[in-house]
């Protein structure tokens, strides 16, 4: 660890003296590896929100409340300097089953989406969107997708471009037990959007937990995953930072607000490291870090790490496999 420190301060040291980026540092103590091109340098600034989650949206003075919750969170954002906000699932309206069952609310069932205050809901979405273009700020806010009946709805992910339009949708995939019986239509694919260069991926719900969405998003080259979620089993920030550091991508992480909850939004780097966290105490609250490309937490993951694993995945070691007897028998002694 001492000779790993040691190393990082040369690098740190060679950054300060020339002005260089760490990436661009790093890269001349390791001029064995031209491999490793430096990626262009690229940097946003993002927001993390977590917000209250109302559970009826047949109530629309709750609907309503979570617009105003939201649009303030918006104004924090900016305020704090970011381009983009990101959302908690549920940040408008995170229908409950027992709420919305045909059966309930003693047993859940076939959800009612009748119950549903279509109207008010998507004046609460206009009323978002028109506010990212007043800001300039891009923003990434999850809703109910409404679709044809007797089609169930889509849970989704609304991007909000900095001049208010939609520009795409994420719609869940993997749905857990009861969204999927009762609930939703399953989404069918990835998405990305683009915004000052930096490429970003959508995930939503209970996806933390399948590590192959992730991995999809790394062969999109996407910059950042961002995921929102009502809440979820486990360690939700750990997993994310663990994601962060397998795929070298920086990892949004958006939950609700929720007062003495284990785990706040923040924001994961490259390495794994956590870069940024909303208010401990659970209240609604806005975390900003600065996504870099040639910052000390990417360089390594992103010039290094990343293009060797793929490399690796590809097949590297394929033609040095050997034929050797030792090598085929597994209970050949010491």
Not at 60 to 82: D, P, Q
Not at 233 to 238: M, R
Not at 300 to 310: D, F, K, L, Q, S
Request: contains cysteine.
């Amino acid at each position: 660890m001492t000779a790993r420190r040691n190393f990082k301060n040369q690098v740190r040291a060679r950054a300060a003296r020339t002005g260089e980026s760490y990436t661009s540092a790093l890269r001349h103590f390791r001029p064995d590896r031209p491999e490793a091109v430096a990626p262009e340098h690229r940097s946003v600034a993002l927001a993390v929100a977590q917000a209250h989650v109302r559970t009826d949206p047949g109530d629309a003075g709750a609907l309503r409340e979570s617009g105003r919750e939201v649009r303030a969170l918006m104004r924090e954002a900016a305020r704090s300097g970011a381009r983009i906000a990101h959302f908690p699932e549920g940040a408008l309206c995170f229908p409950d089953k027992r709420v919305m069952s045909v059966d309930g609310p003693g047993t859940v069932g076939p959800a009612d989406w009748d119950r549903c205050r279509w109207t008010v809901l998507r004046e609460e979405l206009t009323a978002v969107a028109a506010l990212a273009r007043e800001l300039r700020l891009w923003t990434v806010i999850p809703s109910v997708h409404r679709l044809t009946g007797p089609n169930r709805p889509h849970n989704s992910l609304y991007v909000v471009s900095d001049r208010g339009e939609v520009v795409t949708r994420y719609d869940e995939r993997l749905l857990s037990r009861t969204k999927g019986s009762y609930m939703y239509e399953p989404g069918s694919s990835p998405v990305t959007f683009d915004v000052d260069g930096m490429r970003f991926g959508c995930l939503l719900g209970t996806e933390i937990h399948y590590p192959e969405l992730f991995a999809e998003y790394e062969r999109l080259d996407v910059d950042c995953v961002l995921f929102s979620t009502s809440g979820t089993l486990g360690d939700t920030a750990a997993q994310a930072q663990g994601h962060a550091a397998v795929n070298s991508y920086w990892v949004g992480l958006a939950v609700p607000a929720r007062p003495g909850a284990a785990t706040q939004s923040g924001i994961a780097g490259p390495d794994g490291s956590r870069l940024a966290q909303c208010a401990a105490d659970g209240s609604p609250s806005v975390a900003v870090a600065v996504l870099d490309t040639g910052s000390e937490a990417a360089a390594e993951a992103v010039t290094y790490a990343r293009p060797w694993r793929r490399e690796v995945r590809a097949g590297l070691y394929a033609e040095h496999r050997v034929t050797d007897p030792r090598s085929g028998d597994r209970t050949a002694a010491f």
